[in-house]
């Protein structure tokens, strides 16, 4: 206990650790102004319209009607082609998505200003001819609403996707312990003593937890006045950051126990938190990341700002249990593997 009190004074006492609030706070405020308007029109799927065709005595007819009242449900407003001349009317700009209907099954015709509202289209004209074929087709017609889930706007999600990554960046406060362990020559007083392996990791661990989580926390209060953030689910959204802030402790307590050098220690833990970042949400809106989703998955960075997000976006979302379990997976992997990193430089 006297250990981990002499590291949590020897934290709070390090007054740079301020610069590390600026910064998240200074970031998320110069990022949430620039992309305000990229993070609310680029991505905004807005209604069209749309152009349809059918062949002489296609067997998709029949759906004509039901076809019509879908893109009406969705805001598009349709208009009936000849077929054979779904090119020319999206090049002229006479309609900016054509579906041209033929036995063998429908081809979506668009410009490149409305590949988004292609993609809609696409998914109403599956979903309404549900793999049916000819006369089948009347049976299995089924209609369907796309619901566009809302865009968080730029300061919510820039606070969230950089309170984040800087929560895995906190970990470099524990460097201020082990240098001054290494500077005071404590590790080699730690082999002279009965103390343990769990208690010398424990020592490192809870201190580096309650600072991380102490920096966050305030960082995550002064962008929430500053920038007048809207928190919708704010007991889920404190749980999972506070996971994360212990996760990245018990990632940071490992890492400076295993490698001997502290500035090494930071350049690889750097390393890989701008890994998972790239890939988890921090340098780009995670929702149109163009990477394969099973990388991007193994992100913990990528759990957490989906998860919080969307929480505090639509008030729920299918990551927050994934999330959750990630964080708690690592912090539970790291103390028997910190604790086997203590051990093994006490035998050294």
């Known amino acids: 206990m006297k250990l981990i009190k002499n590291n949590l004074k020897l934290m709070f006492r390090c007054k740079p650790l301020v610069l590390f609030i600026l910064c998240l706070v200074i970031v998320t405020g110069m990022l949430s102004a620039v992309f305000k308007d ?3 029109d680029e991505y905004k799927i807005e209604g069209c319209e749309v152009g349809y065709s059918f062949t002489d005595g296609c067997a998709y ?3 004509k ?3 019509e009242s879908v893109c009406e449900e969705n805001d598009m407003d349709t208009a009936n082609f000849v077929y054979g001349s779904g090119e020319n009317a999206v090049e002229s700009g006479r309609v900016d998505v054509f579906v041209e209907f ?3 099954g429908y081809t979506v015709y668009s410009d490149g200003e409305h590949e988004n509202q292609a993609g809609i289209v696409k998914m109403l004209v599956s979903s309404i001819i549900s793999g049916a074929s000819g006369a089948q087709v009347g049976s299995y ?4 609403k796309i619901d566009v889930l809302p865009m968080p706007d730029s300061e919510l999600y820039y606070t969230i996707a950089y309170t984040v990554y800087f929560t895995w960046i906190a970990m470099i406060v524990l460097a201020i312990v082990i240098s001054s362990e290494r500077k005071n020559k404590i ?6 003593t009965p103390a343990s392996s769990l208690n010398i990791y424990m020592s490192r661990f809870i201190p580096s937890a309650i600072m991380i989580t102490f920096l966050i926390g305030v960082g995550i209060v002064i962008c929430t006045l500053i920038y007048g953030i809207e928190w919708m689910e704010i007991p889920m959204t404190a749980l999972i950051l506070f996971l994360g802030c212990v996760a990245a402790a018990a990632v940071a307590t490992v890492l400076f126990s295993l490698i001997k050098n502290v500035i090494v220690s930071i350049v690889i833990g750097f390393c890989v938190i701008m890994f998972f970042g790239f890939f988890g949400g921090s340098f780009c809106a995670y929702m149109y990341a163009p990477y394969a989703d099973g990388l991007r998955d193994f992100s913990p960075i990528y759990y957490m700002t989906r998860s919080l997000v969307e929480l505090n976006t639509i008030g729920s979302s ?6 959750i379990l990630v964080l708690c997976g690592i912090s539970v992997i790291c103390i028997p593997l910190g604790m086997a990193a203590v051990k093994l430089g006490k035998e050294e």
Do not use: K
């Not at 299918?318 to 999330?323: L, Q, R």
């Open 38 to 40: 990229f993070m609310v």
């Open 61 to 63: 007819e029949p759906i």
């Open 65 to 67: 009607p039901i076809f």
């Open 102 to 104: 033929t036995d063998d």
């Open 141 to 144: 017609v089924t209609q369907y």
């Open 187 to 192: 590790g080699a007083r730690f082999r002279t």
């Open 318 to 323: 299918d990551f927050t249990i994934p999330a």
